[in-house]
């Protein structure tokens, strides 16, 4: 019990104020030169010594992405984003390390200022005993990867997505794209044709995953887009919970970020994917920010197959982001639960697609949107059923809670049903904090500040309960941060 | 010098005047009622006395334990001690009970200087307080009043107060819409906490909580202020003549 109550204890512990980690690593980088070409990509995959049908794929992409335009139907509004100025590729300057005793000891005191849980730095510290294994994408180039050992026992595959590419080529190449196809959208055809690395995780039939897998990304040298690739497969019956956590230092300059997330799951196989987000929101006066552009769709390609999307967004400047799932085996099952939390000058436009192509497909929403400050939050999801999707059912639920008079709140939930036997549902509430509310808790003990993260936490409870515990904790905790001064 | 020292308090909400002059004083250990005519002004008192936001004080002075009252945030009047029952209590969605109680209570004892009190620990306290108050564990588990009848939403809120264990408690019409069980039980609850250092201001409407807690005082209030102070006796004999002839009485 009373995570509510931890995080209510540890919230005037975290921080004296403002965005805790803000703070840049001097480890050396190498910096591609600014812009993209042919020629930028031919560099990236020739640096990661790529194989020839990797590069095409890569070209393939880019061409397809120089014909098309930025997508404009998102409620955000941003500076052009100059895509020649940006640097495609950066990496620390040594080799990777091979094991913990080469990691930079810079990067580790990196980790400790960013908070990663004391169980997952001693995880990169090499202690035994510790359960949640970590890959951490450090600028581009994971540089430490632990549990290995336990993981491949198990037959589980947990690896940097640029080694996957080296040493179980034939996965990649059968997976890779197979979700997002390079050509999807602007960003992803961005991030097909750039990406340098990422998570690679491959559970085969019948495993069950022994541990919670972790990766840790974090954007760190100036002007650098990051575009992660993650590529996640669970065989027939096999289960996976992957967890995704985010923060990246102060910076002035907006910065692109556009991953691209790809789930597969097969006959009864599950995978649940947990996101915290907290990138660089930008200043109290809007400056400065991440623009976090991504694509996230899994596909539940088996009967029973099931995928479940769970994030907590509180960062970054522009949030575009709708983790979807293609249900097309029959009986499976897809989930979103999202809590997306914008403050100061914050865009989100965030939700997901449930596209039901087989029968007795079922799928389930939850967002909760809390605006504070000036801050627009859209939640905009698609429902849409396919004819053979017989007894499709789908049950939405999006609230929104405003602090204060300067923000917005806004529901723009699609619909499309082509077979009549299909059942939806969808609800949908607006409310503010009420001034009862918060005095009932202050005439209690607690403080204004306490008073506004209980009663936000409570809002969320539906959906961070669906988190694994510590990230609950630490998304509790995220919350409460990013609610700063957002009252009185 | 009394625990809490009204003197000469005016109050008004969106410019209009409720209170008009308030002098009250009670001292520690004891039990005060007041009763009084729907609008005349037990609600805002309570409010005032609490600190409750867009109720604007126009003059005069509280002091509780010799404080400036009026001067502190709400939080910090529940940390100096002051509890208030709500007539209407809120709902929390998604704050679980328990978790709420914890959390208020280490507020409160942080302000203190105290201790924090941990999980194991307050559990225990949390059911033995229950216990005494043949109020069911399920409390615990459930959200903050969601779904609550109106009884069980006053019930929690004696739970709330036997926990938090104030020195002064505001019991704002605590009674009404309660059957005579639940009576009983809120009774027992502040009759439990009786002492030399707990005191009480039960604001109520009608004579028949006073049968469970017996006062030391009973003051009338009318049209914002106190027109008459007696013992026990004069609950009984409000319930027999009713409100108008000592507020026709007043107003002569």
């Not at chain 1, 913990?100 to 810079?106: A, F, Q």
């Not at chain 1, 290995?148 to 190449?173: M, Q």
């Not at chain 2, 809120?90 to 942080?110: I, K, M």
């Amino acid at each position: 019990m009373s995570a509510v109550a931890e995080t209510i204890e540890t919230v005037s512990a975290v921080t004296e104020g403002g965005y805790k980690w803000g703070f840049e690593t001097e480890i050396e980088t190498e910096l591609a030169p600014k812009g993209l070409s042919e020629e930028t990509i031919r560099l990236i995959s020739a640096r990661k010594n790529e194989p020839e049908w990797l590069l095409a794929w890569r070209l393939k992409a880019f061409a397809a992405w120089q014909s098309m335009t930025e997508p404009g139907w998102a409620r955000v509004t941003h500076p052009a984003i100059d895509y020649q100025a940006i640097h495609y590729y950066a990496a620390p300057k040594k080799p990777a390390p091979r094991n913990l005793s080469e990691v930079d000891p810079e990067l580790l005191r990196t980790y400790e200022k960013l908070g990663i849980p004391l169980s997952e730095q001693a995880a990169l510290a090499g202690v035994e005993g510790s359960r949640v294994a970590v890959d951490a994408v450090f600028d581009s180039v994971s540089v430490a990867t632990t549990f290995r050992k336990t993981l491949a026992r198990a037959g589980v595959i947990f690896c940097p997505i640029s080694e996957a590419v080296r040493e179980h080529p034939e996965l990649v190449r059968r997976y890779l794209g197979s979700v997002v196809p390079p050509g999807d959208n602007f960003f992803a055809a961005l991030n097909s044709a750039v990406f340098t690395d990422g998570s690679f995780v491959f559970v085969p039939k019948g495993v069950r995953c022994p541990m919670e897998l972790s990766t840790y990304f974090r954007i760190n040298a100036r002007s650098t887009g990051q575009f992660e690739r993650t590529l996640i497969i669970a065989e027939d019956g096999a289960y996976v919970s992957y967890l995704e956590g985010c923060t990246a230092p102060m910076r002035d300059e907006n910065q692109l970020h556009a991953a691209v997330v790809e789930l597969v799951a097969l006959n009864e196989a599950e995978i649940k994917y947990s996101t915290v987000q907290n990138w660089y929101p930008g200043d109290a006066e809007g400056r400065g920010g991440i623009f976090n552009f991504v694509t996230k769709r899994g596909a539940c390609r088996g009967r029973k197959s099931k995928i479940s999307w769970t994030q907590v967004e509180t960062g970054s400047a522009i949030t575009w982001k709708y983790p979807s799932c293609i249900l097309q085996g029959a009986e499976s099952v897809g989930a979103f639960y999202s809590v997306a939390l914008t403050n100061n000058f914050q865009q989100a436009d965030t939700g997901t697609k449930m596209l039901h192509l087989g029968p007795d497909t079922k799928s389930t929403i939850v967002s909760k949107g809390i605006s504070a400050g000036r801050s627009n939050n859209t939640y905009r999801g698609l429902v849409r059923i396919m004819p053979r999707a017989a007894r499709a059912r789908n049950f939405t639920q999006c609230d929104s809670l405003l602090i204060g008079d300067r923000c917005g709140a806004h529901t723009v939930p699609y619909i499309e049903s082509r077979n009549a036997t299909a059942r939806i549902e969808h609800e949908a509430t607006t409310s503010k904090i009420a001034e009862d509310q918060l005095f009932y808790c202050r005439s209690r003990g607690l403080s204004e500040e306490d008073s506004v993260n209980l009663i936000v936490n409570g809002f969320c409870r539906e959906v961070l309960k669906e988190l694994p515990m510590e990230f609950a904790v630490e998304a509790q905790k995220l919350l409460a941060l990013s609610l700063e001064g957002s009252v009185g | 010098m009394a625990l809490l020292e009204i003197r000469g308090l005016a109050a008004e909400v969106e410019g209009k005047p409720i209170l008009r002059g308030v002098d009250l004083s009670l001292p520690e250990g004891e039990v005060h009622a007041i009763m009084g005519p729907n609008g005349s002004g037990k609600s805002t008192l309570a409010y005032v006395l609490a600190g409750r936001e867009g109720y604007h004080v126009s003059a005069g002075s509280v002091r509780f334990d010799g404080e400036d009252l009026l001067a502190m945030d709400p939080e910090a009047r529940a940390a100096a001690g002051l509890f208030l029952a709500f007539q209407y209590p809120v709902e929390l969605p998604g704050v679980g009970n328990a978790n709420f109680l914890r959390t208020a209570l280490n507020a409160v004892r942080r302000a203190r200087a105290e201790p924090e009190i941990d999980a194991m620990k307050f559990l225990k306290e949390a059911r033995a307080a229950l216990k005494r108050l043949s109020m069911s564990e399920e409390m615990l588990k459930r959200n903050v009043n969601v779904g609550f009848s109106g009884g069980e939403k006053k019930r929690n809120e004696i739970f709330q107060m036997a926990l938090l264990r104030p020195r002064l408690a505001i019991l704002d019409e605590t009674d009404s819409g309660l059957d005579i069980d639940a009576l009983k039980i809120v009774a027992n609850g502040v009759n439990a906490l009786r002492g030399e250092k707990f005191s009480a201001l039960v604001i109520t409407h009608y004579q028949r909580l006073l049968d469970h807690i017996v006062p030391d005082k009973v003051h009338v209030l009318s049209e914002g202020r106190i027109v008459r102070s007696g013992g026990p006796e004069l609950a009984l004999s409000l319930e027999e003549s009713g409100y108008a002839g000592l507020v026709a009485e007043a107003a002569a």
